[in-house]
């Protein structure tokens, strides 16, 4: 990957247009600068990661790519646009960490609320859709289930069938796998493969499950709070194997620096 991301990165068959692009970028808080210089480029179809130990910047990293807070600096175009928009439907879908669903609302209300907030679609086509949805992330027959009657794993897979609701080109997962025990993370890490390889959608994780990385990353960066910026990318097995950097081989594997 080039040090330095423009609206173009190279892949294995020549140029092709990246998804997201950061150049120079700064954020942080206020005067607070969290992490700076960042240069990235995602290309279309990926599964990137975010990597980081606590407090490193990876979840203010991801609130700016999808809007929520502002850079203090430099250049970021998530799907050839500024991320933060005042009009018209979400160019992308974010799974939160809890899975944000509505307590009040079934799991079709869940999936179907985007619809219903940024289409025309009558009640009949919107349920269409969301049974596809639901059944897409393997929850065909729960739609009037509420979100207390289901179990971590399955609201994370309810997140992410919202999260597809509008056909976006590109997936933000924040911390996926939290909270769920082994078994439910590997299927979960499944469905976000198969779901990448069956719909040519582009996936950006932050996370710190390892297991998950080396299981579903293409690429990741490796953010660091000590040097205010991106210590390592590339392939996260690659990495852990071969980097040179104390500080890169700790984080992949485990240990003190």
């Known amino acids: 990957m080039p040090s330095r991301a423009d609206a173009t990165t190279i892949a294995a068959g020549g140029a092709t247009r990246a998804i997201i692009a950061a150049e120079a970028l700064a954020i942080g808080y206020g005067e607070t ?20 130990g606590s407090g490193s910047g990876k979840s203010t990293l991801l609130r700016n790519l999808i809007g929520l807070d502002r850079p203090l600096a430099g250049r970021l175009l998530v799907d050839g646009a500024p991320p933060v928009q005042t009009t018209g439907p979400p160019r992308f879908g974010v799974l939160f960490q809890s899975g944000a669903l509505f307590g009040s609302m079934t799991l079709a209300q869940n999936v179907g609320l985007p619809l219903r907030k ?25 739609e009037n289930h509420l979100p207390a009657e289901i179990s971590g794993g399955m609201k994370k897979r309810a997140g992410i069938a919202r999260a597809l609701a509008l056909d976006p080109p590109l997936l933000f997962l924040d911390e996926p796998s939290a909270g769920l025990d082994p078994v439910s993370s590997v299927e979960l890490d499944e469905l976000i493969l198969t779901l990448g390889r069956s719909l040519g959608m582009t996936t950006v994780i932050v996370t710190h499950e390892l297991a998950s990385i080396f299981a579903i990353a293409t690429t990741c960066i490796l953010v660091d709070r000590g040097a205010r910026g991106i ?16 500080r890169v081989r700790a984080f992949f594997n485990r240990s003190s620096v």
């Not at 269409?128 to 929850?139: M, T």
């Open 118 to 142: 940024w289409t025309d679609l009558d009640a009949s086509a919107i349920d269409v859709i969301v049974r596809s949805k639901l059944r897409l992330v393997g929850l065909e027959g729960f």
């Open 33 to 52: 600068v969290v992490l700076e210089g960042l240069d990235f480029a995602v290309p279309h179809g990926e599964v990137f990661a975010i990597l980081g």
């Open 231 to 246: 210590i390592a990318r590339g392939d996260p097995r690659h990495l852990r194997d071969a980097s040179d950097d104390a």
